[in-house]
C-alpha cells in the first residue's frame, strides 16, 4: 500500500463516522430546546449564572468583557456546494447556542434513541476478522470533555474570510458580489513575516471562556461538524491573566494592555467605531470587522533591556501603567508635553502615541489582545549581538475589532508599522481578516441574511 491510500475499512469507517456525527447532531440539535429546558439533560453542569447571551442583534465575544481564555480556529472550505456551507452554519449556530449555555451540542440523553432511529449508515460498523462478529460502536455528537463543567461565560464569535467570496479567483458560492466595500484585502506591512500556515482562512471560529477547556471543548466540537464541508486551517490559544475586576490585565512584557480601548458600554462609542453601520450590506449591520494578528515577542531581547528604555518604548510607566509624565494608568495622555530641554516627554516614536487616536485622526478599535506561550524555537536574533539559539515562541494574539478596517487597523498600523520603537521585539508573524456577520435571533443562523440575499 502506497502513502496516500487507505484500507477500504478505513475509508467505510470515515463516510460512517461523519454521517454519523452530522445526522445524530442535526436532528437532535435542532430540537433539543423543544425537548428539554436548559441543563436539564445528562450533563449536570453548575447552573446558568455563568452563561453568557447567545442570541441578539450582535455576536457574543466583541462587547463582552474579556474572559480568561481565548481557542481561535481558522478554517478553510474544501466543498464546492454552497447548500453544504448552509447546512454547517446552521449545525454551528445551533451546537454554539447549546455550547453557551454549559450543554453539549446534543443531549446526551438522547443520543441512543437518535441512533436507533436514524439511517443504517449512521453508526459505526467495524470488522474485526473473518472469524469474527462484525461489531457496532455509537460515536457521540459531543466528545463529552466539558460535561459536568459551568458555562463559563463562553461565547462563540464566526467570522467570514476572503475566501468566502472568492478564493483562488473562484467565486464557488456565487457570493462574490456581495462582498463588501470595506472588505479590502490587508497590505503587506513593513516587517511582516507571515507565515502561510498560520494565516489566512475562509471561516473563522473564536471561542473565549474562563476555562480553557470549555474555550477548546466549543472549537473542537464545531470543527467536527465541519468534517467534510471545512478543515482546520490554523489555531492558536491564548490568556489573560486575572488581576481582578478593577485592574488592567499585563501582558507578557509586564505592561498594562487595553487602557485606552474604547468602552464597551458607551453605544454612542461602540457605534461609531466598532458596529458596520447603513454603509454596510444588511448582513453585516450590527457586525464588525476582526483582524487577528499572531505578534511573536522576542522576551530574551527585551528581558534584557533597562527598564527606562522598555517605559520610553511603550510611553507608560511599567509599574503604575501611566502615561509618562503622568502619576495614574487612567490619567489622559498629554502628546505635546515636553521636557525642560523641549523633548516630548512621550517620545515621538513611542507605541502609545502612534497608536492614539489623536495622532491616526481619530481612528479607534477594539482591542481584546490575549498572550500566549507555544513554547520555544530556534532563531537567530536581527540586531547586535546577532545572537543564534532558542527562544520563547511567545507573545501577543492581538485581535481587533473595528467598524472599517480601512479607516481603522490599516490607518493605524500603517505607521505603526514603519515607526514603532517595539517592532525591534515584535513581529507580525500570523493571522487572518474576517467580516463578523450581526448576530442571529433564535430560529436563524449566522450569516442567514448573506446567503437569503445571494
Known sequence: ??????????????????????????????????????????????????????WGMHQGGIATKPQSHTYFAALDLVTTSRDDVVKLLRLWTQAAARMNQGQPIAPFAQTEKAYASAAPDTTTVTTVSDNQPKQTSVTLPDSGESLELPP??????????SGLFVKDGKDRYDLAKHRPEAFVDLPRFVGDQLVATHSGGDLSVQACADDPQVAFHAVRQLARLADGIAEIHWTQSGFIPNFGPKRTSRNLMGFRDGTNNPSVVDVALMDKVIWVGEEGPDWLRGGSYLVARRIRIALEHWDRTNIGFQEQTVGRQKASGAPLGKAHEFDAVDLKATDRNGDPIIPENSHIRLAAAASNDGAQILRRPYSYND?????????????????????????????????????IFDRMSKLDMMNQFATHIGGGFFAVPRGAKEGEYIGQALFESA
Request: hydrophobic share 40%; aromatic share 12%.
Open 152 to 161: 463559563a461565560r463562553l461565547t462563540v464569535t464566526f467570522g467570514f474570510g
Open 375 to 411: 513554547g520555544v524555537n530556534f532563531t537567530a536574533e536581527r540586531w547586535p549581538p546577532w545572537r543564534q539559539g532558542m527562544e520563547y515562541d511567545a507573545g501577543l494574539f492581538f485581535l481587533a475589532y473595528q467598524r472599517d478596517v480601512r479607516t481603522g487597523f490599516i490607518k
Open 1 to 54: 500500500m502506497t502513502d496516500g491510500e487507505h484500507p477500504k475499512s478505513e475509508t467505510t469507517r470515515r463516510g460512517f463516522l461523519t454521517a454519523g456525527i452530522a445526522a445524530v447532531a442535526g436532528s437532535t440539535i435542532a430540537a433539543a430546546d423543544a425537548a428539554q429546558p436548559a441543563r436539564s439533560d445528562a450533563s449536570g453542569g453548575a447552573g446558568d449564572a455563568a452563561a453568557e447571551p447567545f
